[in-house]
């Protein structure tokens, strides 16, 4: 196990209601990611994370917001919930070194009706 | 713009056989490659990465073909087992840029016992 909890694990959620999706790692890695995953596009990266308060955008950012006030704990808000943000969604997390590999954690499923 | 592309959305092969998944890219950045492996209900598991300096790398059953000029990789494995059938996630780094993985879209493998 690559020591990341992600909470909650299955949310039905309504439209336009504010999501909030929480992923904690216990290996005090720098780097911390979210990436969606969606039948016919694979794994596609959301936000990112290289460090406590710093964080960038992925390649399907737009309706989503992160945080990262703790080394160990990355959060991903939908401010308003549409239903093309049903997804499943996965927080990654990886040391950062030249050649390095990313871990994932178990997966959030995320519905909104 | 797809900088990972797997073509092939699925692949059988009969148990003990090989099966050869293949990658193609398009961004010539990319020194550093790696395979995925996915069963339903849970996040991505590394398998094996290739760096853009070696053109093979061999881990037990599961080893990596990487053909810069051709910007192609492949992952054999060989023999397959009924385990084995699952989605395999391509995907590619550049190094230095904050360890970010582009993924292509999966294969799902089934393995005939």
């Known amino acids: 196990d690559a020591g990341i909890t992600q909470s909650p694990r299955h949310k039905v959620t309504e439209t336009g209601t504010p999501v909030t999706l929480r992923c904690h790692q216990t290996?005090?890695?720098?780097?911390m990611y979210w990436y969606r995953q969606d039948p016919g596009h694979g794994l596609r990266l959301i936000h990112y994370?290289?460090?406590?308060?710093?964080?960038d955008k992925g390649e399907v950012s737009d309706g989503y917001s992160v945080s990262r006030s703790k080394t160990e704990d990355f959060l991903l808000t939908l401010e308003s919930a549409t239903s093309s943000q049903t997804s499943v969604y996965f927080c990654?997390?990886?040391?950062?070194?030249?050649?390095?590999?990313?871990?994932f954690g178990e997966g959030s499923w995320l519905t909104v009706v | 713009d797809q900088q990972v592309k797997q073509n092939s959305p699925s692949l059988s092969v009969q148990e003990g056989r090989i099966s050869i998944l293949n990658c193609d890219y398009t961004n010539s950045m990319f020194d550093y490659f790696l395979w995925y492996k996915k069963y339903p209900a849970e996040g991505p598991t590394f398998l094996i990465s290739i760096s853009s300096i070696k053109d093979k790398n061999e881990d037990g059953r599961f080893t990596v073909f990487l053909n810069k000029s051709a910007k192609h990789l492949s992952l054999h494995i060989v023999p397959s087992q009924p385990g084995d059938s699952a989605v395999y996630f391509c995907?590619?780094?550049?190094?230095?840029?904050?360890?970010?993985?582009?993924f292509g879209k999966g294969i799902t493998l089934s393995v005939r016992p």
């Open positions: 994370s290289y460090g406590v308060k710093d964080t």
């Open positions: 990654a997390i990886s040391q950062g070194q030249i050649g390095n590999t990313i871990y």
């Open positions: 290996e005090n890695h720098r780097y």
């Open positions: 995907a590619a780094s550049v190094t230095g840029a904050n360890s970010k993985l582009t």
